[in-house]
């Protein structure tokens, strides 16, 4: 009998991740049921972009407590502020939709900041000239903010910041953790557009390791791109500048995972888990009275990734029944690439929400949305159990 592997693919979603959650405790009570392995929940392969990525990394280093704590009690009772912060968008909110706030004064700083000394200086001494001298030197400092604005509004590339999940990777994330597993990542290079996806050895170092999970979950205009990230390719180092979300090219990294097993040089059969965070349809929704940040959300990460999952995860299933079928035919009859490979059959399956379910926006988090997308999660890996 031939051994039997796991692969778990994950796709993006932000913090709709939190379905991967419940499907991921649900796999793990019910491992058995589900893989016919006797031993603990453990897969040979995991990948994952953006928030699938986080999710997929702390799997491949055996540590599920630590996932649902950081979802649970920490993003779950805190709020989105755990992963990000803002100066646009309101990360105390508890609400269930975007909710913006401008902060003029760190604005400014940020565009203006060499003006703050001189508004200063106009506010406390301004009284003391004429009328005339106050307004030639308000329409100087104006002109100054003016200048200043065009040399560092290009240099404001998102809306918010997401140091505080830097600071969870760089204590929780640990390469030597990960042992008969392969984790493999992925990002897009802004500069050339092209799509790596790096297993975690092949980071050149540590911080490369945590550089390639964050810029996995960094969401275009939302974070920041992380600007350098090395590792080997085919034994030599290659440098990606720039580097942005995976799931803008790859929204689940079936392809990694594919040619991961067809380069296995084990005779074994694999299973492959999908856990997606989207059905694929599209619900209706009144965009004429939305914002910058909902509009963004919803062209990028709603409507285009639903559209990467239909040429991507359907094409898959698709051709697997294709190919299981023209196999049931006898043993001669396959079906070959353009290069003359056969093509395999996989046993595998997609857990995902029913277009009925309701995740919510995927930038907002709360205890409420949390433990919903986490229930959901449990409940539709239960059709497989």
Known sequence: MKKKKIALVLS?????????LGALNSIQKHWKQLTGLTTPMKFDIVAGVSGGALNGVL???????????????RIGRKGVSEIYTSEIIDTTSQGNTIKLKLDIKQLLKKLTPQINVKLDFFRKLGVAFSKRKRKQLLES????????IKINLPKYKSIADN????????????RNQIKGTKFLCGFVSLDTGNYH???HDQFQSEQDFVNGVLASTSIPTVWNPVEKISFYNQYRITTSYNNVDGGIRNVSPLGDVIQLINEDQEDCEYKIIIINTRSGILKHKDFSNQSLVGIAVRSLYEIAMSEI?????KHFLDLNKVVKQTKSWGNDNVLRTE??????????IVIQPDANMNLGNSLVANKELIERRIKFGEEMTKKYI
């Not at 999952?309 to 995860?313: K, L």
């Open 163 to 174: 140091s505080s999940l830097r600071k969870k990777l760089e204590k929780y994330l640990d």
């Open 59 to 73: 799997v491949a280093m055996n540590q599920l407590p630590l996932l649902n704590d950081l979802w649970i009690h």
């Open 197 to 199: 996806g790096v297993i």
């Open 12 to 20: 993006g979603g932000g913090f709709n991740c939190a379905f991967q």
């Open 309 to 313: 999952f239909h040429n991507d995860i």
């Open 141 to 148: 400092i104006l002109k100054e903010v003016e200048q200043n």
């Open 339 to 348: 290069s003359n490979k056969i093509i395999k059959a996989y046993d595998a």
